[in-house]
């Protein structure tokens, strides 16, 4: 099978996005399949064309920014060419780009897959609020040329106003997610090179508004009261975020109160990762709004025995009350925050499940199959034949 993908920004830029697509399109490229990325330069310094690990990455000059979006004058001219070289296409929203890429593949009758990540909820300028119209267009526009469209959780599809609305539409396919085990060394030698004693709240995500920093910022004193020596570390984006240099000045006197107890680790490896995780006494997801749709890191730390703390969000919500390794907490409730996570300070071992009943619940490989078997089903329809061997990984 011939795959397309396309989304605004890959890697090496970092999100849980990108992370997801990364994962994706490695394992089906490991499955057989031919796969290519197609994508924004969002860095000049990246090249245009290259391939990484055997997923061919493309990518379009940006010439202008729109908040978040970007303008890619030769975006639709790569877009046309690649169309016509593949069998499926799959297109990861919120994405500008979304109808006239969706247009494409119906005009040459292949299946259009959108994967619907989460809602744009931009602060309210007048600039952002015309991209939020653009992208909610482009939204409603590809939903309605698309033949499917993939989502998380039967949780966030339900409470989505954009999903609701195509709701015959919509598949679930549990998202990708990978964590490597670690020994007890690396552990430990983790823990010496940050200097870690006694309790560790640990946080993986960008510095970015719609994360809820600062409900974890406003618990903090109360937890301090309880556990002085306790700590949060920050792994992750914190400086110059894309979008967000305002958030971060608004945080900032926040941040100063508490510089002795909040470690900021920047961005870690898969490796670090799994190290960084056993470290922590929990992960926090204080995620503020339906900008987030799940919380991949929730799942990584449950891999390495850490449970999570998350907002009640739908979606994010999920992965604790599937596992029961964790809490949920009302949205933005600083104060329930604190008290969750004193409460599993105290007794971490009750909420803590075995990796591999995480594992069966949430892997790359049981995703890719759901893929495989959603993009089968939809050339099958389309055609009247079935997809080449290749779709068994043979």
Same mark, same amino acid.
């Given at each position: 099978?011939?795959?397309?993908?396309?989304?605004?920004? %890959?890697?090496?830029?970092?999100?849980?996005?990108?992370?997801?697509?990364?994962?994706?399109?490695?394992?089906?490229?490991?499955?057989?399949?031919?796969?290519?990325?197609?994508?924004?330069?969002?860095?000049?310094?990246?090249?245009? #064309?290259?391939?990484?690990?055997?997923?061919?990455?493309?990518?379009?000059?940006?010439?202008?920014?729109?908040?978040?979006?970007?303008?890619?004058?030769?975006?639709? #001219?790569?877009?046309?060419?690649?169309?016509?070289?593949?069998? *499926?296409?799959?297109?990861?929203?919120?994405?500008?780009?979304?109808?006239?890429?969706?247009?494409?593949?119906?005009?040459?009758?292949?299946?259009?897959?959108?994967? %619907?990540?989460?809602?744009?909820?931009?602060?309210?300028?007048? =600039?952002?609020?015309?991209?939020?119209? =653009?992208?909610?267009?482009?939204?409603?526009?590809?939903?309605?040329?698309?033949?499917?469209?993939?989502?998380?959780?039967?949780?966030?599809?339900?409470?989505?106003?954009?999903?609701?609305? %195509?709701?015959?539409?919509?598949?679930?396919?549990?998202?990708?997610?990978?964590?490597?085990?670690?020994?007890?060394?690396?552990?430990?030698?983790?823990?010496?090179?940050?200097?870690?004693?006694?309790?560790?709240?640990?946080?993986?995500?960008?510095?970015?508004? !719609?994360?809820?920093?600062?409900?974890?910022? #406003?618990?903090?004193?109360?937890?301090?009261?309880?556990?002085?020596?306790? +700590? *949060?570390?920050?792994?992750?984006?914190? +400086?110059?975020?894309?979008?967000?240099?305002?958030?971060?000045?608004?945080?900032?006197?926040?941040?100063?109160?508490? +510089?002795?107890?909040?470690?900021?680790?920047?961005?870690?490896?898969?490796?670090?990762?799994?190290?960084?995780?056993?470290?922590?006494?929990?992960?926090?997801?204080?995620?503020?709004?339906?900008?987030?749709?799940?919380?991949?890191?929730? *799942?990584?730390?449950?891999?390495?025995?850490?449970?999570?703390?998350?907002?009640?969000?739908?979606?994010?919500?999920? =992965?604790?009350?599937?596992?029961?390794?964790?809490?949920?907490?009302?949205?933005?409730?600083?104060? /329930?925050? /604190?008290?969750?996570?004193?409460?599993?300070?105290?007794?971490?071992?009750?909420?803590?499940?075995?990796?591999?009943?995480?594992?069966?619940?949430?892997?790359?490989?049981?995703?890719?199959?759901? %893929? !495989?078997?959603?993009? /089968?089903?939809?050339?099958?329809? +389309?055609?009247?034949?079935?997809?080449?061997?290749?779709?068994?990984?043979?």
């Amino acid at each position: 099978m011939r795959l397309l993908i396309a989304l605004t920004y %890959y890697r090496p830029y970092t999100s849980g996005l990108t992370i997801y697509v990364e994962r994706l399109a490695r394992a089906m490229v490991r499955r057989g399949h031919s796969v290519t990325v197609l994508t924004s330069q969002h860095d000049p310094n990246l090249p245009l #064309r290259e391939e990484i690990e055997g997923v061919h990455v493309v990518r379009a000059p940006v010439m202008a920014r729109i908040s978040k979006g970007v303008i890619m004058p030769t975006f639709g #001219r790569l877009a046309s060419a690649l169309a016509a070289e593949h069998d *499926v296409m799959n297109l990861h929203l919120p994405q500008f780009e979304t109808p006239g890429l969706a247009l494409r593949g119906r005009l040459r009758r292949m299946p259009v897959v959108l994967t %619907y990540h989460c809602d744009v909820k931009l602060v309210p300028t007048l =600039a952002n609020r015309a991209a939020n119209a =653009a992208v909610d267009l482009a939204n409603n526009i590809g939903a309605i040329l698309a033949t499917a469209i993939v989502t998380y959780t039967q949780d966030y599809a339900d409470h989505s106003p954009y999903l609701s609305r %195509y709701h015959s539409k919509v598949r679930i396919i549990p998202p990708p997610v990978e964590m490597p085990q670690v020994d007890d060394l690396e552990i430990g030698a983790f823990a010496q090179r940050w200097d870690i004693r006694g309790p560790v709240i640990g946080m993986v995500a960008r510095l970015a508004a !719609e994360k809820g920093v600062e409900v974890l910022l #406003r618990a903090l004193p109360r937890i301090l009261q309880v556990y002085p020596d306790a +700590k *949060v570390m920050f792994a992750g984006t914190y +400086k110059n975020v894309l979008g967000e240099q305002a958030y971060a000045q608004r945080l900032q006197p926040m941040l100063e109160q508490h +510089k002795e107890r909040w470690i900021f680790l920047g961005n870690l490896s898969q490796r670090d990762l799994a190290a960084f995780y056993p470290n922590c006494s929990m992960v926090v997801v204080p995620s503020l709004n339906s900008t987030e749709a799940f919380g991949l890191v929730q *799942v990584e730390s449950m891999l390495s025995g850490t449970p999570s703390i998350a907002s009640a969000l739908p979606g994010v919500r999920q =992965a604790v009350h599937q596992t029961g390794m964790g809490e949920v907490v009302p949205i933005g409730d600083s104060d /329930a925050l /604190a008290a969750a996570i004193i409460r599993v300070i105290r007794n971490r071992d009750q909420y803590v499940q075995p990796r591999e009943v995480i594992a069966a619940r949430y892997n790359t490989d049981k995703t890719v199959e759901e %893929y !495989e078997k959603l993009f /089968a089903e939809l050339v099958y329809r +389309k055609t009247g034949e079935p997809l080449q061997p290749e779709l068994s990984g043979s």
